[in-house]
């Protein structure tokens, strides 16, 4: 198996960058598509971005397109979520999730997500 487990969260100001790794122990990361959610106090989580197991193709949720970007590094077992251009509303408890025996290609979905970190913690001032 394979456990997700991220790192990087903290404390910031609006308009500061942050960025999140996600790293992973086990030989199946490089062949797995691996996401980012966010759920923010008192609401659902909700999709961020996801990335392929190759990193050819990424998908972004709306309210953080061409402020995010996501990316990976399979020889390391890490990907990160570079947050650039914070708002208070990216306050949230951010997950890495890997792909899982069900994933069917729908990246935003997190149905398909069979591996889950514990999360990491960002807060974002104004």
């Known amino acids: 198996q394979v456990q997700p487990v991220e790192s990087g969260g903290g404390l910031v100001q609006a308009g500061d960058s942050l960025r999140l790794s996600c790293s992973a122990i086990?030989?199946?990361?490089?062949?797995?598509?691996l996401a980012w959610f966010r759920r923010a106090p008192g609401k659902d989580r909700v999709f961020v971005a996801a990335?392929?197991?190759?990193?050819?193709?990424?998908y972004y949720g709306d309210s953080v397109k061409g402020r995010f970007t996501i990316s990976r590094d399979n020889a390391k077992n890490t990907a990160y979520l570079q947050m650039n251009s914070l708002k208070p509303e990216d306050t949230a408890v951010y997950y890495c999730?890997?792909?899982?025996?069900?994933?069917?290609?729908?990246?935003?979905?997190?149905?398909?997500?069979?591996?889950w970190g514990q999360g990491t913690h960002v807060t974002v001032s104004s």
């Open positions: 999730a890997l792909e899982g025996s069900g994933f069917s290609s729908n990246y935003e979905g997190d149905g398909g997500y069979d591996y």
């Open positions: 086990g030989p199946t990361f490089r062949t797995r598509a």
């Open positions: 990335i392929s197991w190759n990193g050819h193709s990424s």
